[in-house]
């Protein structure tokens, strides 16, 4: 018999809900997981093929200052799947984060974000655009708590980042690694 779930217990339900699951193993033992549950999610490394430039977005990130790091980093925009399709949800990301109209999507993944403790799937978009594509500042949505900055990076320097170390965001060394595979002609 293959592991399945027997049960599962809510312990917190707030942003995201965290749940204790009983797992009956193959050979007939319980064990217990615990996992963090928030829905699906998207992001999408925006870039600009002619200026040779990404859009980022940096916003405080509880997180990542507990676990010693920055209170904010550079990241690319990112969010959680609402109602719509996840082609739908990123570009809406996009807009609300960074300003932008995205248009053609150029699918990288749908991956499993921490598969040890999360639910999270991510579908993982490239999205090529051009200054007429400039909708507004970006920003984030006050109403939610976001303080998000913009910042538009030139593709030479984000490679230089993550070679520093200075790019630590997972998501965003992935989208930046596919984009270089995808595009090698933009960084040479």
Known sequence: MAPRIGGVRLVHEGWARYLVAEVMQDDGTRITREMEDHGRAVAVLPYDPVRRVATLVSQFRAPVLYSGGPPSH??????????????????????????LRLGD???VASAWTMP??????????????????????GGGLAAEGEAVAVHEIPLSELVAMSRRGALTDMKS????????LRRPELFA
């Open 74 to 99: 550079v990241e690319v925009p990112a969010g959680l799947l609402d109602d719509g399709a996840p082609e739908d949800e990123v570009r809406r990301e996009a807009v609300e984060e960074t300003g």
């Open 173 to 180: 060394l992935l989208l930046l690694f596919a984009l270089q």
């Open 116 to 137: 040890g403790i999360s639910t999270e799937r991510m579908d993982l978009f490239l999205a090529a655009y051009g200054e007429s594509d400039r909708m507004g500042a």
């Open 105 to 107: 999507l150029d699918l």
